[in-house]
C-alpha cells in the first residue's frame, strides 16, 4: 500500500501512530454531542442542532453541518400530508344544501366549518375553524393534538357566542365524523342552525 501512495513505511507508521489533533479532538467531541441531541430530538435539521451545540462547544455552523453530512445524521420529517376527514362511518349526513353556490350577500347566513393541521415540535396541532362565507372572517376557532367532535363543538361555540345567528342560518362542512357526531349535530338543532355536507367525489 505504501508502494502505492508512494509514501514510506516510516511515514505511514508515523501518520497512523500520530495522536489526534487539537482539531480531530474537537471535532470528535461535536459529534458526540451532535448525536446526542439528534436522538433527543430527531425532527431537528441543522440550524436548531447547532444552536444547542454551540451552547456548550463554540463551533460555526458549517462545522456542524459537514459533520451532520460526514456521518449521515438527518432530520426524521414527518409526513406532510394528514388525513382530518373520515367520511367511512355509520353516522347520519346531512344534505347538501349549498349545492355548489358559495355567494352570500349577508352576513351571518352561511359557515362553512373544516379542519387543518400543522405539525409543530411536540406533535401534531388540528385546528377547527368556522367562516363567515360573506364576510369571509373566521368567527370561531379552537385548537387541539386530537382530531375529535370535542374539538369542532368548540370551535362553533365560540361562533355562535360571538356572533349570536339568527335561526335559519346553514352551516356547510365535509361528511367528516366530528360533524356527523350526534354532539354536533344537537349543537346545531338547539341553535336552530341548518346543517349542510358536501358529497363525496366518485
Known amino acids: 500500500m505504501c508502494e502505492l501512495l508512494n509514501v514510506s513505511r516510516s511515514g505511514f507508521y508515523d501518520w497512523v501512530e500520530r495522536p489526534p489533533s487539537k482539531r480531530e479532538k474537537k471535532h470528535q467531541r461535536l459529534l458526540k454531542e451532535i448525536k446526542r441531541i439528534h436522538k433527543k430530538h430527531p425532527v431537528w435539521g441543522v440550524d436548531p442542532i447547532w444552536a444547542e451545540v454551540k451552547e456548550t462547544i463554540p ?58 393541521y400543522n405539525w409543530t415540535g411536540e406533535g401534531w396541532l388540528y385546528t377547527a375553524i368556522v367562516k363567515d362565507l360573506c364576510t369571509k372572517d373566521v368567527v370561531g376557532y379552537a385548537m387541539s393534538d386530537r382530531i375529535t367532535k370535542e374539538l369542532v363543538i368548540k370551535a362553533m361555540n365560540m361562533a355562535i357566542k360571538r356572533e349570536r345567528p339568527r335561526a335559519g342560518l346553514i352551516f356547510h362542512s365535509d361528511m367528516g365524523a366530528q360533524y356527523c357526531s350526534h354532539d354536533f349535530r344537537d349543537l346545531l338543532v338547539n341553535n336552530q342552525i341548518r346543517q349542510s355536507m358536501s358529497r363525496k367525489f366518485l
Open 59 to 116: 463551533c460555526s455552523r458549517g462545522t456542524v453541518y459537514r459533520l451532520m453530512k460526514k456521518n449521515n445524521i438527518k432530520s426524521k420529517r414527518k409526513a406532510k400530508w394528514k388525513a382530518t376527514t373520515n367520511s367511512k362511518h355509520s353516522l347520519p349526513v346531512a344534505p347538501n344544501l349549498l349545492e355548489q353556490n358559495f355567494h352570500v350577500e349577508d352576513p351571518n347566513t352561511v359557515w362553512v366549518g373544516d379542519i387543518t
